[in-house]
């Protein structure tokens, strides 16, 4: 069965500092997705990026990057220099090929709070 | 903007009551998801649809049903409402072709009281 943990449930920074939020999955499948999400105070969920399992080249997109290890099942998130606005919960995601296709599985989400 | 709409945006019910929330979707995409969100459990998935009339259970099925009978819009039913399924749910759709593949896309979220 798949499964995801975001053992962080609580990160408190101040703004301007470096920060990782980490995401451990487990699945038997050997082509699957990870996804992360992030949910603002406002409450709507925005999709931020997608991996395939076959794809390990880290991303960065501004000052947001992913760090996509299958050694250690593992897609962590980092913010260079948080800022306020980079508040929210945020929820790491995964899906499977084959019959588990459509169900896709959320960790319990980190909540990021950054202080001015 | 992806297009989804959520009705009603709230709503306070009674237990045993039946219950209806509506996803409206304007742009014609093939894959949609309900999920409910409770504090510590961050998004669990109750039903998806694949096609119209195509649906499949997700995690937590129990107590709900599904109907797509049309491409845009896809029906969320609690038969008998009870104090456990209040909740925050939020519709999905998925936007690329293969259903494992997709990034989702949320609508605003319907918040359902059952008291």
């Known amino acids: 069965a798949q499964k995801v943990t975001q053992a962080q449930t609580e990160i408190s920074v101040v703004e301007k500092e470096d920060v990782t939020l980490d995401c451990v999955y487990e699945?038997?499948?050997?082509?699957?997705?990870l996804f992360w999400y992030k949910q603002p105070p406002s409450g709507e969920l925005v999709f931020l990026i997608r991996?395939?399992?076959?794809?390990?080249q880290n991303e960065i997109s501004g000052r947001y990057s992913w760090n996509f290890q299958k050694s250690t099942s593992s897609f962590n998130f980092t913010i260079t220099a948080s800022q306020v606005v980079d508040s929210a919960v945020y929820f790491c995601?995964?899906?499977?090929?084959?019959?588990?296709?459509?169900?896709?599985?959320f960790g319990d989400g980190t909540t990021l709070t950054v202080k001015p | 903007d992806a297009g989804i709409t959520q009705s009603p945006r709230h709503k306070v019910t009674e237990t045993g009551t039946p219950v209806t929330l509506r996803c409206h979707q304007t742009e014609n995409h093939r894959y949609m998801y309900w999920y409910r969100q409770d504090p510590g459990h961050g998004l669990r998935l109750i039903h998806y649809?694949?096609?119209?009339?195509?649906?499949d259970k997700g995690e937590v099925s129990d107590g709900y049903s599904v109907s797509r009978s049309k491409t845009e819009d896809f029906l969320l039913t609690l038969e008998s409402a009870t104090s456990s399924q209040t909740s925050v749910y939020f519709c999905a759709i998925g936007t690329s072709g293969n259903l494992a593949y997709n990034e989702q896309f949320f609508g605003p979220g319907t918040r359902l009281t059952v008291l």
């Open positions: 649809s694949y096609g119209v009339k195509d649906t």
């Open positions: 991996r395939n399992s076959f794809d390990e």
């Open positions: 699945t038997r499948d050997t082509t699957y997705y």
């Open positions: 995601a995964l899906s499977e090929e084959g019959t588990n296709a459509g169900k896709s599985t």
